[in-house]
């Protein structure tokens, strides 16, 4: 059972790095060529990448103090799809260029 664990725990680091590339590069990326008169909702944007940052400082030191980590796991799937449908929303709806993102989260939750 430590095993599962472990490998769950090592899973788990690699969504979290994997959120705060994202996170940065992208989104400080679309700011900086698009420019910030592209998004009608910038204020709500930028209150959602610092939501994401906060909340991944939770995440790490959650991981690092509970035991049963398996519920951490799904809540940051959860949250994380209701970022990513709050990012569709705010930048276009079904138009959205973040709309991959809720595929990017259906294989991060079957890994």
Do not use: C, H, N
Request: hydrophobic share 60%.
């Amino acid at each position: 059972m430590s095993e599962d664990i472990s490998v769950l725990k090592k899973k788990l680091k690699a969504l979290i790095a994997f959120r705060i590339i994202f996170v940065t590069l992208f989104f400080g990326s679309s700011f900086f060529f698009l420019g910030f008169e592209r998004f009608p909702y910038i204020r709500s944007i930028s209150y959602l990448i610092i939501f994401l940052f906060m909340a991944t400082i939770i995440y790490i030191y959650l991981l690092e103090r509970m035991r049963d980590i398996v519920p951490l796991a799904y809540t940051q799937l959860v949250l994380d799809v209701i970022f990513e449908i709050f990012l569709i929303y705010f930048t276009g709806g079904i138009d959205s260029w973040f709309s991959f993102t809720l595929m990017l989260s259906i294989i991060a939750s079957s890994v």
